[in-house]
């Protein structure tokens, strides 16, 4: 699978999640075309199909990013 330069996912994150409040305000056609954009190379550079799943997916990839267990057996 063809992996994102870390450097991108950051700002690619960043951008989307900003825009997608400022869509909540106001909506306007400039800011929706960008949210597709970003939602499209989200979704090409983590391999998903959703925006929300990129999001999720690229915040995994980020830099200091752990891994969470969430599992319910104990760690010896």
């Known amino acids: 699978m ?7 996912l950051p700002a690619a994150v960043r951008e989307y999640e900003t825009l997608s409040l400022l869509n909540a305000l106001e909506g306007s056609p400039r800011t929706v075309r960008r949210i597709e954009e970003l939602s499209a190379l989200l979704c090409t ?20 990013a752990g891994t969470f267990d969430d599992s319910v057996i104990p760690a010896r």
Do not use: F, N
């Not at 063809?2 to 991108?8: D, F, V, Y």
């Not at 983590?46 to 690229?58: K, N, R």
């Open 2 to 8: 063809l992996m994102a330069h870390p450097a991108l």
């Open 45 to 64: 550079a983590t391999g998903t199909g959703s925006a929300e799943a990129a999001v999720v997916a690229a915040r995994y990839r980020l830099p200091g």
